[in-house]
């Protein structure tokens, strides 16, 4: 079986102390830490023995992820089994990159970043050095920004600076609304935008999740998406496998990417070809202009 997890334990601490982020600045006990650290492994360990599977995982933490030891040796452990297909991390690329180096030649294909850069919070020459890191470590990864006013020019100056190939992505602002103009101004940067922009009607519509694609939290409990609350069962007992099916969307509308990616009606697939999970389209420039709505 082909299975891609999205994994988000309970790891709601950052580093970063972004205004439009309601997880900014927040600490976790230590109790806390060592509860996402046990999670982790069991999943990693689980993950680890499902040797007749094709599995590709995104940690999706609501919290910085990649200043904890655990995450990091996590991904590289996850990257040198033959089973694992990909396993990427949505990360600030705070933290150094060289780690990345023990994952060897063959797992470093396997890995994938999702890199946010936040203006404000991070030195734009850090940032943009840490990419250059990633790239010559052959880590494949995507970059990107929220589409704030505040963010347009920063947002320019990266596309400017990093190489063609390296996809950079605009989310649109969580309850932003964007004239065409503004919107115009984005998809200059992102082609993609537009799929960001306004929320997609999903209600009824058939989505890969709870069949090919789903969610884990710490406790092992699956769920079709981060987004449907319904449990179809519980990783670790394998009461999820019979729950696993064709199913269509419960939900009126989907706004985030890492859920309407997933929507059989939108060209997504065929956009991020090989790079679904990391946010990297492939072929780039000539896939991008065919899909953008």
């Known amino acids: 079986m082909d299975l ?99 994952a060897g030649t063959t797992g470093r294909d396997k890995i994938a970043l999702w890199c946010t850069y936040h203006p404000g919070q991070t030195p734009y020459e850090r940032f943009l050095a840490r990419c250059d890191e990633l790239a010559s470590l052959g880590i494949r990864h995507s970059v990107g920004v929220v589409g704030l006013d505040g963010h347009l020019d920063e947002a320019r100056r990266l596309r400017a600076a990093l190489p063609e190939e390296v996809y950079l992505w605009v989310n649109a602002a969580e309850g932003h609304s964007y004239t065409d103009e503004e919107a115009g101004r984005w998809t200059e940067i992102d082609p993609l935008f537009p799929y960001s922009r306004h929320p997609h009607r999903s209600a009824g519509l058939p989505c890969r999740t709870g069949e090919s694609v789903i969610s884990v939290d710490g406790d092992g409990t699956v769920r079709r998406c981060h987004f449907v609350r319904a449990a179809l069962g519980n990783l670790y007992d394998g009461s999820y496998r019979g729950a696993l099916g064709p199913r269509v969307c419960p939900l009126a509308v989907c706004d985030c990417h890492i859920g309407y990616v997933h929507l059989e009606t939108l060209p997504l697939y065929d956009v991020f070809a090989g790079g679904v999970l990391e946010r990297i389209p492939a072929r780039q420039s000539s896939l991008i202009e065919r899909a953008s709505p």
């Open 4 to 102: 891609t997890i999205l994994y988000r334990g309970p790891l709601a601490s950052c580093d970063y102390d972004c205004p439009y982020c309601p997880f900014a600045k927040r600490r976790d006990s230590r109790e806390q830490l060592r509860a996402d650290r046990a999670a982790l492994e069991r999943f990693t360990a689980w993950a680890a023995a499902q040797t007749d599977d094709r599995i590709s995982v995104l940690f999706t933490p609501w919290g910085e992820a990649l200043v904890r030891s655990w995450y990091r040796r996590a991904l590289v452990e996850l990257a040198r089994l033959p089973h694992i297909r990909r396993v990427a991390i949505q990360t600030n690329l705070s933290g150094r990159t060289q780690w990345l180096a023990a």
